[in-house]
């Protein structure tokens, strides 16, 4: 093991507590995600943060003022951005996978997995209008 994990394995007593707040998702036509959010999961912009270069759109379910958060952060100078490979998709739970699926389709995601059954659970896979990849979850009751 080296010197720096050692160092660091033998400070850490207690891990701190933490609660999951958002992912951001920097996007190349803000207007264009924000509608596609909005009409295909339901979210709703619950702050906006305008900077001189970005503005930032933190989307959530209609009611909740805190909790888990979609940001879609914007650069005004038009940078060039990639989405990459470097990350999974986000994980959604809904009702109905089918219902959903189809309904995020006609709203503008592209089918990249059709639902199937997993153990417990249905599943899909589908990407935003910018190839980010969405995955939906619905535990089935047994």
């Known amino acids: 093991m080296s010197e720096t994990a050692t160092a ?6 207690t891990a701190p507590t933490v609660r999951f707040g958002f992912m ?6 803000l207007i264009k995600m924000r509608s596609f959010y909005e009409r295909a ?3 709703v912009v619950a702050q906006t943060i305008d900077l001189p270069d970005i503005v ?9 003022e805190t909790g888990f ?3 879609l952060y914007w650069n005004k100078d038009g940078r060039e951005i990639d989405v990459g490979t470097g990350h999974g998709p986000l994980g959604l739970y809904v009702r109905d996978v089918d219902v959903a ?3 995020a389709v006609k709203e503008g995601a592209t089918p990249h997995r059709e639902p199937w059954d997993a153990t417990g659970m249905r599943v899909a896979f589908l990407l935003d209008p910018e190839g980010r990849e969405l995955e939906l979850i619905s535990m089935l009751r047994g």
């Open 24 to 29: 951001k998702f920097v996007v190349r036509d």
């Open 101 to 103: 699926f189809a309904h």
């Open 41 to 43: 999961l339901g979210l």
């Open 56 to 64: 930032e759109l933190v989307m959530r379910r209609p009611g909740e």
């Open 69 to 71: 958060s979609l940001i």
């Open 8 to 13: 660091l394995t033998t400070q850490t007593t």
